[in-house]
């Protein structure tokens, strides 16, 4: 079998699809070490199965919008939950957006695999698609702004994105944030995703809200939480909780002992034997929930055609409340979507010393389209998945991987009763692995000089505690510019007499204004209208030259023998020569 699987491998690499997405032993200038056909397709059905939970989570978020229905409120009921043909009207939205996000992340991880050629998976954002419901349109409508005026709001903001891409502005963003935020965005999404891991609505249960803490032990039954989710008895008595810490567990044995596919292996074994009705860790409780979920995975293959929710637009720009959340969707995106973009390729070791990564152009143009193409599908922004550390620590390093998980979407458009039913203990316990594994990069901050170390600290604080990327992103760089801007202040009226020890300052302007600030398209176009030669690939990163000038490349680690294997799980190289 193994000899089959390698010279599959060959073959692939040696082909012009293996040599378009720089496999190893393909031949390309730029070909990725220690990428293989069979790592990328299991790669990626790790992150899809990472990532699958979004295709009914965020339908029954953005159900919850009321999408096309209309809601004739009274004064006993305002928002039309006791109203039943309003409540059917709002089911068949959900099934129709179930449709809808399946698609969406079809075509945004299909233009991010091709034309990035990125182990990224992208899908309607956490985050984003609440706010969408519940601050812009409203539960069930109830807000200033129709479902309908939304997505349109939705569609102009992608069309924005994708100009500030196309001309360079978001990736000489990336570009001038200081070398320890970056580290500390990564650390930080680590830390977020091990929070999500860690709750109940995409996790294991372990922690659960407290009015006086905020957050607290919890794995209590359901009978257990009062109205706001708080357990009032019964802590760590939950059967899910502690699948979900079986499947942690035995994750966390495969990959000691370097077993491939670990984290899948996992997930899978957590879903199927939580499947099962007769058990006290079913997915599917004999409640009207957990019926109304049950007859829907029973019927394992079904296509559902978008009826209510497919290009629905109304572009009435003329109030306010549209303009504000069209620019707060557009600031959130910057910063969320930026954040998780350079994360992911660091992780992935495609960065350089300046802080871009291979291909970002057509990175941030396709994250850019896949907005615009989230709101045609009736749904909030799409946007890169953390989830994709997933993939990225089974291997993945190509394309390969995102169209893998564009093919695990694609099936579950005919298979979604069985996708959408992965429990979230089942996926939890990735999540808190892979956050375990990005954390590793936290010893890279400069600690020493505290105008980095402080923003930096932020950064990778906040970002857990406020539940959002960009708020964790702004807090640190806005404290860096304060810190730092106020000792450049007093070093310039005192004439150099009153500075700190700047010995211990991290220079991260010096790789930065090497690399010039227009996009490789524009100064192609120019050189060829100069008439001058230009290499397309001049900005491409090449692995051995980014390790001569940052702390990572592409995950690999050494044997007894002193040869590079390939690792199933993405370790720096830092690490590497700590040990």
Known sequence: ??????????????SRFGRYFQLEGSGHKRERKGTRFSTEIRAGLTTFFAMAYII???????????????????????TCDANTEYMNCVYDIKLDLITGTTAASIIATFLMGVFANLPLGLAPGMGLNAYFTYTVVGYHGSGKISYETALAAVFIEGIIFFVLSILGIRQWLARIIPMSIKIAMGCGIGLYLCFIGLQSSAGIGLVTLDTATLVSLGACPDAAKD????CLWGHMTNGTTYMGLLGLMIMAVLLLYRARGAILIGIVFIAITSWPRVNAVTYFPYTDAGDQMFNYFKQVVTFRPMQNTLARFDFDLSTSEVWIALITFLYVDIMDTTGTLYSMARYGGFTDASGDFEHSTWAFMSDAISITIGSCFG???????????????EGGKTGITALTICFGFFISLFFAPIF???????TGPALILVGSMMLSSVGNINWNYPGDSIPAFLTLTIMPFTYSIAYGVIAGVVSYIIINGFVWIVDKISFGRITPDYSQREQWWVGTMDKPITPTWIRFVIAKARGKSFDLDHDSIDAKTAADHTDEVPSTYTNEKGSLEDSPVAIPLEETHHQ
């Open 379 to 393: 749904t909030s922004p799409c946007t890169a998945f953390i989830e994709s550390g997933a993939g990225i620590a």
């Open 1 to 14: 079998m193994t000899a089959w699987i390698d010279k599959l491998n060959e073959r692939v690499a040696a």
């Open 56 to 78: 009914s989570v965020n339908a029954s978020i953005i159900s919850d919008s009321g999408g096309t229905c209309v809601c004739v409120g009274t004064a006993d009921d305002p």
């Open 420 to 426: 959408a039913s992965f429990p979230p203990w089942a």
């Open 227 to 230: 109205a706001n989710g708080t």
